[in-house]
């Protein structure tokens, strides 16, 4: 027989509702839905890729349809993620991470941070971009002295 696996304390009930009300704070849901709209062309792409005759009406009543069902499960899923704070965070840093939050400085950062991300991720697209070949040469000058070839 395998040996018996400790599992981890349930997650106490005032844990769980102090990472809720950190989700709250932090605009969570507002930011699925937005991660949502920034997948949804692509997803609408892939259905229309699929189904090359589909019209735009029907393309839309898949959109609305779509975004009805996750919406519908989001409950579940801030569930899910608070249950993930409180494995990373105890009841305290929840609390602190709240508190913090719920600050000038802290309600400045959840309203910037999703300009702050967009700004980054083109930062880092043209960053990658613009280094790669510069990058790749270099290391392969690198390895060939060192009698390595690729």
Request: aromatic share 6%; net charge neutral.
């Amino acid at each position: 027989m395998g040996a018996a696996y400790a599992q981890p304390d349930a997650p106490s009930q005032a844990g769980l509702a102090t990472a809720m009300e950190v989700l709250e704070a932090t605009n969570a849901k507002a930011n699925v839905l937005r991660m949502v709209d920034i997948i949804m062309p692509q997803t609408l792409a892939i259905v229309r890729q699929q189904n090359p005759k589909l019209d735009d009406a029907t393309l839309k009543s898949f959109e609305v349809a779509f975004r009805e069902e996750l919406q519908a499960s989001l409950a579940d899923y801030m569930k899910g993620m608070a249950g993930i704070y409180v494995r990373h965070f105890s009841e305290k840093e929840l609390e602190g991470l709240l508190a913090f939050y719920r600050t000038d400085l802290g309600k400045k950062l959840i309203s910037e941070t999703p300009e702050v991300m967009k700004e980054g991720a083109a930062l880092g697209e043209s960053w990658g971009r613009n280094i790669a070949v510069t990058a790749a040469q270099r290391a392969v000058a690198r390895l060939k002295g060192k009698d390595i070839k690729i």
